[in-house]
């Protein structure tokens, strides 16, 4: 079945203490290439049959309005992945 992957992430001015976290353990983990890291979300939708245009229209709503904080965070991408 045919998921639509939502993807959010802190606005750029946000402060991300997980993110932090992560980037100050990967040097100790032996993971030296990365001087920064941004944790955001991902939600998968299932959709029964093929994905319309109008489903995938109301997972965009869905991101603006449920799975996202508008004041925090920004809904980066939404699309169809088959599975």
């Known amino acids: 079945m045919p998921r639509i992957v939502v993807e959010v992430m802190p606005k750029p001015e946000i402060l991300d203490p997980q993110g932090k976290a992560i980037a100050s353990a990967l040097p100790h983990l032996g993971f ?3 001087s ?7 939600f998968e ?7 319309t245009d109008e489903a995938l229209a ?24 088959e599975s």
């Open 36 to 42: 920064a890291v941004r944790q955001g979300k991902r």
């Open 58 to 81: 109301q997972a965009r709503r869905a991101a603006e309005e449920m799975l996202s904080n508008p004041v925090i965070e920004d809904v980066v991408d939404v699309r169809v992945e």
């Open 45 to 51: 939708l299932t959709v029964e049959g093929e994905v």
């Open 32 to 34: 030296e290439d990365f």
